[in-house]
């Protein structure tokens, strides 16, 4: 065989490599597809829903929802072709349809009986529905708000502060009979722990309910979290008496002036602030050497004490 044939030969055997490796390539991915189609799938839909025939002589607890979150389970090739249904029509679900606990106050929203077969086209297996439930109270029920209180620790990284925490809403309505509620004063909610924070934190927490026979009108609030970070002042304060004994002329205190050293945050202090700070001697507290502790008697909020010097004042008393 002369050389010009022997590489005729080698030409010709590559496409036919080319075309077995692409006759492969497409054998592989329709066995993928197959698999995939066959494969089971969970899978959460929006879908829009009006409710009809909503009690009259009942109040809901929360906002009736518009949407409901749907899990479903189903195959790949199902789940295909109900996604190609979205946007979702609207279910309408009617409330005397509707299963009641709790002497029908409760209502719970079940796959069997809702009729998502008319929105999803298909058959389909639904594991969870949220929210599950619309709760509901008698009219009549006592009601009154109180404010929200959550127990919260709190821990920066060095260097970083924290401010008062922003509680949204601050105060709750609770409904109930008069019995039950007249002894609450406060809402509770669970803990909520911080820790090495250098950055706001966002957070909502569940409320705790307080009594089998109180419903509140939401299920959770949120907390927000100011962090930023810490800057050292100082502070010159005049020295104020109190209890002032009138059998005395004049009191006079040295010094006059005290230096107060504390950390706030940053671009959470202003220099007129200051005004919020003072300074006093109790002259009850007299002591035979004339010195006397000196001691801060308001503050600003979101400032932590480093030192106040001197600690101690002298006192010359003028008697009359």
Not at 22 to 37: D, M, N, T
Not at 68 to 83: E, P, Q, T
Not at 155 to 163: D, N, Q, R, S, T
């Amino acid at each position: 065989m002369s050389q010009s044939d022997s590489i005729y030969s080698n030409n010709k055997k590559k496409p036919a490599k080319t075309t077995a490796f692409f006759i492969c390539l497409l054998v592989a991915g329709f066995l993928w597809l197959i698999k995939s189609l066959n494969t089971i799938y969970y899978h959460q839909l929006k879908i829009p829903v009006t409710f009809k025939n909503i009690p009259q002589n009942k109040k809901p607890l929360q906002e009736i929802p518009s949407n409901l979150y749907v899990d479903i389970k189903a195959s790949g090739l199902k789940l295909f072709f109900i996604l190609l249904n979205q946007p979702f029509k609207t279910v309408e679900i009617d409330f005397n349809d509707l299963k009641t606990t709790n002497k029908q106050r409760n209502y719970i929203l079940s796959p069997s009986t809702i009729a998502f077969k008319n929105t999803l086209k298909f058959e389909t297996t639904i594991k969870q529905i949220s929210p599950d439930t619309i709760y509901f109270i008698e009219n009549s029920g006592y009601q009154k708000n109180v404010p929200v209180k959550v127990p919260l620790y709190v821990k920066c990284v060095p260097g970083y502060g924290f401010g008062t925490p922003d509680i949204n809403p601050a105060f709750v309505t609770i409904i109930g009979d008069s019995n039950s509620i007249k002894r609450i004063d406060t809402i509770y909610t669970q803990a909520l722990y911080l820790n090495n924070l250098s950055e706001r934190a966002e957070k909502k927490i569940a409320i705790i309910k307080p009594d089998e026979n109180v419903y509140y009108n939401i299920n959770e609030i949120n907390v927000r979290v100011e962090v930023d970070r810490l800057i050292e002042q100082t502070a010159s304060l005049p020295i104020n008496i109190i209890s002032f004994n009138l059998s005395y002329k004049s009191i006079n205190i040295y010094p006059s002036r005290v230096k107060v050293k504390f950390t706030a945050l940053q671009n959470s202090f202003s220099p007129s602030d200051t005004a919020l700070f003072r300074a006093s001697v109790n002259s009850a507290n007299f002591n035979s050497s004339n010195k006397t502790p000196v001691f801060l008697t308001t503050q600003p909020g979101n400032v932590n004490i480093i030192s106040i010097e001197p600690r101690e004042a002298e006192i010359l008393i003028i008697k009359k």
